[in-house]
Nanobody, 121 residues
Framework: QVHLVESGGGLAQPGGSLRLSCTAS????????MGWYRQAPGKQRELAAR???????NYADSVKGRFTVSRDVAKNTVYLQMDSLKPEDTAVYYC???????????????WGQGTQVSVSS
């Protein structure tokens, strides 16, 4: 069984920073894409940032230049450094990873439980 465990959410002031981490565990053969989606109250879940298996990073236009996604392959961990935070960044942030594991015969998208990020003065 594969699990994703997130940490690092919380409350920040506008202009502040937070760093999210997400670690995958289980009998993992290979991790492909990893990244972060977010869902604000009353809105659909949207991609915030992701990092592909080759290292290329993609960002939502709303976070470009402020958020940085990175990964530590050896630790099966993905990070999201969030700087210059705005109130509109307030959302539940969900980690995801496309993983080939002993649990399934093909790669599968796994999700974390979500971590709340609130930006307010």
């Amino acid at each position: 069984q594969v699990h994703l465990v997130e940490s690092g959410g919380g409350l920040a002031q506008p202009g502040g920073s937070l760093r999210l981490s997400c670690t995958a565990s289980g009998t993992i053969f290979r991790i492909y894409d990893m990244g972060w989606y977010r869902q604000a109250p009353g809105k659909q879940r949207e991609l915030a940032a992701r990092i592909l298996s080759g290292g290329e990073a993609n960002y939502a236009d709303s976070v470009k230049g402020r958020f940085t996604v990175s990964r530590d392959v050896a630790k099966n961990t993905v990070y999201l450094q969030m700087d210059s935070l705005k109130p509109e960044d307030t959302a539940v942030y969900y980690c995801y990873a496309n993983i080939y594991s002993s649990s399934r015969s093909v790669p599968y998208d796994y999700w974390g439980q979500g971590t709340q990020v609130s930006v307010s003065s």
